[in-house]
């Protein structure tokens, strides 16, 4: 398996863009999980996803934040309209179970 | 709610030392465990996990750490720090019952030549 697979891996855009994030989870892989690391919050968790659906979203920082799973293949995190405090790195991470999650490689955003 | 506290935000070894990374862990139910190691411009790698059986844990690379419910703690050790360990470290807790990973803020482990 070629294991967690993010796109794209770098993002620069201008503020008051609308921004796409997009993660292949592993197969078989029941959660999928949102992270965004940051200098100053370190890493947080935005929204984790089971079975395709939306468990807990309290991570989500605001409505400009949206995330889905159409698909156990495939996830979106949309950023509309992106601001420069968005700045990060989103990480996505899947899991079989609790036990261990593995991580994609990231998507680093720019926003200027 | 589960919550970590990684002490100290930086460490540095030198080559062949032993390495403490240390990790407290706060939780209302019992916990699971984890390290994990970031390279740069990489995701995080599973170290290694705590699941309430044995309470020293052996991971990947030489890492091992031991779960101590008293203490509340969960440090990782290495016997002899080599220079690819130079990385950043993150202590993680589940709730058993949950699905969520709360990550501590990292050290940073630098290993001097």
């Known amino acids: 398996d070629a294991g967690v697979i993010q796109s794209p891996r770098h993002e620069v855009t201008e503020m008051g863009q609308e921004v796409t994030l997009r993660c292949k989870p592993i197969?078989?892989?029941?959660?999928l999980f949102w992270y965004r690391q940051t200098m100053m919050r370190g890493l947080e968790l935005l929204i984790y996803?089971?079975?395709?659906?939306?468990?807990?979203d309290s991570g989500m920082p605001e409505d400009r934040f949206s995330a889905k799973m159409p698909n156990a293949s495939f996830s979106t995190l949309k950023i509309q309209p992106s601001e420069p405090r968005d700045s990060a790195v989103y990480f996505c991470?899947?899991?079989?179970?609790?036990?261990?999650?593995?991580f994609g490689q990231g998507t680093r955003l720019t926003v200027v | 709610a589960q919550s970590v506290t990684q002490l100290g935000s930086h460490v540095s070894v030198s080559e062949g030392a032993l390495v403490l990374l240390r990790c407290n862990y706060s939780s209302s139910v019992p916990p699971y465990l984890f390290w994990y190691v970031q390279y740069p411009n990489q995701g995080l790698q599973l170290l290694l996990k705590?699941?309430?059986?044995?309470?020293l844990v052996k991971g990947i690379n030489g890492f091992e750490a031991e779960f101590k419910k008293s203490e509340t703690s969960f440090h990782l050790t290495k016997p002899s720090a080599h220079m690819s360990d130079a990385a950043e470290y993150f202590c993680?807790?589940?709730?058993?019952?949950?699905?969520?990973?709360?990550f501590g803020a990292g050290t940073i482990l630098r290993v001097k030549s």
């Open positions: 705590y699941t309430s059986a044995a309470t």
């Open positions: 197969s078989g892989h029941d959660y």
């Open positions: 993680a807790v589940s709730g058993k019952y949950g699905n969520k990973l709360v």
């Open positions: 991470a899947s899991s079989l179970d609790r036990l261990e999650a593995f």
């Open positions: 996803f089971n079975n395709n659906v939306p468990i807990d």
